[in-house]
């Protein structure tokens, strides 16, 4: 039975047939041997056909559907031309070898070829791609060129995406919160500390860090804290009365005294928290318009920092989506579930949704029914977020409703709603979501249209005011030189006369 091989090069499709394929194909060992003694596979591999591709941006689109395991149309008539004919109802005395195995399917499936992918026909591509420039007529400079190129306009379109459904900036906002909230936990407890040994009263009234830190910048030195410094204590505090037991607490304090320069330190180690805090706050600040941007369904759902954990924890938001319900259960709970196994006690009920507000609300018994629902929720709304083209949340504000719903169910025995009905409503209010869209978008466009209109109009007017004061000056200038035209006719008539 022949056999051939096809290639998939930077410079276009190569059919390969393969003459001792039977014979060396009993070991691997021997297909290796053939492939590194060149002389042997020159007469061993022949090219049936070569179809160049036109250009980069065809070779690109060609790479593309190879990777995405697609039959063009182009190979497939590259195949059908170059490949022996099968009468109707007998089979091929022929076998197409191929990399990829997915690829091999869809071109039986499609063109009914026989095709085989295994360790030989991968070791016989390794030889053709080492020796391509013998079988094609290229220059190696151009071939690698070519692969170059290739190479990079692959790579970029991989990695094109849309930049408001980018994941990334969500993993590493995340990470970056956690980050900053032990760092500022950690300095302001420094500060606290530092403080304490001149005011330490200040730690039993002021239980906030961020509170404390600025106040810390406020008082400075307690010796000089006076009635003047009560509106600046009572913004940060928001209680006068707070800000007047401060005072009174350090008219009566029993800390030791400080230096200026000692303070001097503190005061700008403070600063340097309080703009940590701060800016811990933009981060999470845009960390929830992120979040509403790429999954607002998990978000509505779960909410904004429990479902960036989720996607962080999985690797990407396609990761989560991919996960099946179980998973998202118990992810973040991984060293739980691998100690139950072994020493065989029980499973863990939930990972990272724990920190969920539907979970903390069960009672223990219902616990695990309701992580169990609410990730089967978190599971839908991930795929929703990941796979829809429009951005809406009005999936995960109905599956927040289903879930309250069962955790009354839990709870009262109050009956939930059927699955069927609560997504026909989410389904009725996206449609209606994107009839308002389009009836927003036509107004826009029929105001742009009228606006065209106007000016298009107004040009035309300008245009034929124009045009009729061009044909009043050349009506007065015609009228001028007729008037012109007697008066030099008489005076020359009069000279004749003289």
Same mark, same amino acid.
Not at 205 to 232: F, T
């Given at each position: 039975?022949?056999?051939?091989?096809?290639?998939?090069?930077?410079?276009?499709?190569?059919?390969?047939?393969?003459?001792?394929?039977?014979?060396?194909?009993?070991?691997?060992?021997?297909?290796?041997?053939?492939?590194?003694?060149?002389?042997?596979?020159?007469?061993?591999?022949?090219?049936?056909?070569?179809?160049?591709?036109?250009?980069?941006?065809?070779?690109?689109?060609?790479?593309?559907?190879? =990777?995405?395991?697609?039959?063009?149309?182009?190979?497939?008539?590259?195949?059908?031309?170059?490949?022996?004919?099968?009468? @109707?109802?007998?089979?091929?005395?022929?076998?197409?070898?191929?990399?990829?195995?997915?690829?091999?399917?869809?071109?039986?499936?499609?063109?009914?070829?026989?095709?085989?992918?295994?360790?030989?026909?991968?070791?016989?591509?390794?030889?053709?791609?080492?020796?391509?420039?013998?079988?094609?007529?290229?220059?190696?400079?151009?071939?690698?060129?070519?692969?170059?190129?290739?190479?990079?306009?692959?790579?970029?379109?991989?990695?094109?995406?849309?930049?408001?459904?980018?994941?990334?900036?969500i993993i590493q906002a995340i990470a970056l919160?956690?980050?900053?909230?032990?760092?500022?936990?950690?300095?302001?407890?420094?500060?606290?500390?530092?403080?304490?040994?001149?005011?330490?009263?200040?730690?039993?009234?002021?239980?906030?860090?961020?509170?404390?830190?600025?106040?810390?910048?406020?008082?400075?030195?307690?010796?000089?804290? =006076?009635?003047?410094?009560?509106?600046?204590?009572?913004?940060?505090?928001?209680?006068?009365?707070?800000?007047?037991?401060?005072?009174?607490?350090?008219?009566?304090?029993?800390?030791?005294?400080? =230096?200026?320069?000692?303070?001097?330190?503190?005061?700008?180690?403070?600063?340097?928290?309080?703009?940590?805090?701060?800016?811990?706050?933009?981060?999470?600040?845009?960390?929830?318009?992120?979040?509403?941007?790429?999954?607002?369904?998990? =978000?509505?759902?779960?909410?904004?920092?429990?479902?960036?954990?989720l996607i962080s924890h999985a690797g990407s938001?396609?990761?989560?989506?991919?996960?099946?319900?179980?998973?998202?259960?118990?992810?973040?709970?991984?060293?739980?579930?691998?100690?139950?196994?072994?020493?065989?006690?029980?499973?863990?009920?939930?990972?990272?949704?724990?920190?969920?507000?539907?979970?903390?609300?069960?009672?223990?018994?219902?616990?695990?029914?309701?992580?169990?629902?609410?990730?089967?929720?978190?599971?839908?709304?991930?795929?929703?977020?990941?796979?829809?083209?429009?951005?809406?949340?009005?999936?995960?504000?109905?599956?927040?409703?289903?879930? @309250?719903?069962?955790?009354?169910?839990?709870?009262?025995?109050?009956?939930?709603?059927?699955?069927?009905?609560?997504?026909?409503?989410?389904?009725?209010?996206?449609?209606?979501?994107?009839?308002?869209?389009?009836?927003?978008?036509?107004?826009?466009?029929?105001?742009?249209?009228?606006?065209?209109?106007?000016?298009?109009?107004?040009?035309?007017?300008?245009?034929?005011?124009?045009?009729?004061?061009?044909?009043?000056?050349?009506?007065?200038?015609?009228?001028?030189?007729?008037?012109?035209?007697?008066?030099?006719?008489?005076?020359?008539?009069?000279?004749?006369?003289?």
């Open positions: 039975m022949a056999t051939f091989v096809l290639f998939e090069s930077a410079v276009g499709y190569g059919l390969f047939e393969v003459a001792e394929f039977d014979e060396i194909g009993q070991s691997l060992d021997k297909v290796q041997e053939a492939v590194s003694d060149m002389a042997r596979f020159g007469r061993i591999v022949k090219l049936t056909a070569f179809k160049p591709f036109p250009s980069a941006a065809d070779s690109l689109e060609q790479i593309n559907a190879i =990777s995405e395991a697609n039959l063009t149309d182009e190979l497939k008539n590259f195949l059908e031309q170059n490949l022996p004919k099968v009468k @109707e109802g007998k089979k091929a005395k022929y076998k197409l070898g191929v990399f990829e195995p997915k690829l091999g399917s869809i071109i039986q499936e499609t063109t009914s070829i026989p095709c085989i992918s295994n360790d030989m026909v991968g070791e016989v591509l390794r030889g053709i791609r080492a020796n391509m420039a013998r079988f094609v007529s290229v220059a190696e400079a151009d071939m690698k060129r070519a692969q170059l190129g290739l190479a990079h306009s692959y790579s970029r379109a991989k990695v094109k995406f849309n930049v408001n459904k980018v994941d990334n900036m919160l956690d980050t900053l909230d032990k760092d500022v936990n950690t300095f302001v407890m420094r500060v606290r500390e530092w403080y304490s040994w001149h005011f330490p009263e200040l730690v039993k009234i002021v239980n906030d860090n961020y509170q404390y830190a600025r106040l810390a910048l406020v008082v400075k030195d307690k010796g000089g804290l =006076s009635e003047e410094h009560l509106a600046a204590m009572t913004e940060i505090t928001g209680d006068e009365a707070k800000s007047k037991e401060i005072l009174d607490a350090a008219r009566s304090s029993m800390g030791q005294d400080i =230096s200026p320069i000692d303070l001097l330190n503190i005061e700008v180690f403070a600063q340097r928290v309080i703009k940590l805090a701060e800016y811990r706050q933009k981060l999470h600040a845009y960390l929830l318009d992120k979040m509403h941007a790429v999954a607002p369904n998990l =978000s509505a759902l779960i909410g904004e920092t429990v479902g960036a954990r938001l396609t990761n989560l989506a991919k996960y099946p319900a179980s998973t998202v259960q118990i992810l973040g709970a991984e060293k739980a579930l691998f100690r139950a196994l072994k020493t065989r006690g029980n499973t863990p009920k939930y990972g990272l949704i724990f920190h969920s507000s539907f979970i903390g609300r069960a009672k223990q018994r219902n616990k695990g029914r309701i992580s169990r629902y609410l990730a089967n929720k978190c599971s839908i709304a991930s795929r929703i977020d990941c796979f829809m083209d429009g951005n809406t949340n009005v999936f995960g504000e109905k599956m927040r409703e289903q879930v @309250e719903e069962r955790l009354r169910f839990y709870e009262e025995g109050v009956a939930p709603r059927k699955n069927a009905s609560v997504m026909g409503e989410a389904m009725e209010a996206v449609k209606g979501q994107l009839t308002a869209e389009e009836g927003e978008g036509k107004k826009q466009k029929d105001k742009k249209d009228k606006k065209e209109k106007r000016k298009r109009d107004d040009d035309d007017d300008d245009e034929e005011e124009v045009k009729e004061k061009k044909k009043d000056k050349k009506d007065k200038k015609g009228k001028a030189a007729e008037e012109e035209a007697p008066a030099e006719g008489k005076k020359k008539k009069s000279k004749k006369d003289k």
